[in-house]
T-cell receptor, first 114, second 116 residues
């Protein structure tokens, strides 16, 4: 079974500042993947960043990066130089096994203040 | 635009009724996933199809069923609807074979179902 926990229901950040969203997970799979999805008010689910568990190097996509701590089962998202368009609900997700279904956390609502 | 389409965008119906939600995956994707997003349950995996065959089941009610057709589009059928079935239903698709692309799911815009 897989579980994903996001302990911060809400976070806020000033424009141009840096914010870190937390996520912990548990899985019985040896081969798995971790994701951060963004859901803006439009409700569209947008993939922000992906991390393969077998890779030690932390994934980076422009202003978005992760801190993947495999032993601690922690997968945090860092957003640098925050922009107003980053305001959204952010979901951490885990997939593994033969079917790759996603297990989501409950989300963190990020507010960006001008 | 993810390349995944879902119709209709909104659906309002009454309790006890039956509805069908439709999803067309990205071109070339063989795998389709259905998810339900509700206020109390969050985002939950319902069911997955791969090239026409059911691959995995999640927390899908017996009143719900799905299928994937030869052209790879999928339909989610919800019957005997209850107030609690009101939710946003997402379809997602992923790549044709093993490798990192197979794990990357692209989501459609969702269908908002309201049961009155």
């Amino acid at each position: 079974a897989q579980t994903v926990t996001q302990s911060q229901p809400e976070m806020s950040v000033q424009e141009a500042e840096t914010v870190t969203l937390s996520c912990t997970y548990d899985t019985s799979e040896s081969d798995y993947y971790l994701f951060w999805y963004k859901q803006p008010p439009s409700r569209q689910m947008i993939l922000v960043i992906r991390q393969e568990a077998y890779k030690q190097q932390n994934a980076t996509e422009n202003r978005f990066s992760v801190n993947f701590q495999k032993a601690a089962k922690s997968f945090s998202l860092k957003i640098s130089d925050s922009q107003l368009g980053d305001a959204a609900m952010y979901f951490c997700a885990n997939s593994g096994g033969s079917n790759y279904k996603l297990t989501f956390g409950k989300g963190t609502l990020l507010t960006v203040n001008p | 635009d993810s390349g995944v389409t879902q119709t209709p965008k909104h659906l309002i119906t009454a309790t006890g009724q039956r509805v069908t939600l439709r999803c067309s995956p990205r071109s070339g994707d063989l795998s389709v996933y259905w998810y339900q997003q509700s206020l109390d349950q969050g985002l939950q995996f319902l069911i997955q199809y791969y090239n026409g065959e059911e691959r995995a089941k999640g927390n899908i009610l017996e009143r719900f069923s799905a299928q994937q057709f030869p052209d790879l589009h999928s339909e989610l059928n919800l019957s005997s609807l209850e107030l609690g079935d009101s939710a946003l239903y997402f379809c997602a698709s992923s790549g044709p074979s093993g490798g990192s692309s197979y794990n990357e799911q692209f989501f459609g815009p969702g269908t908002r179902l309201t049961v009155l």
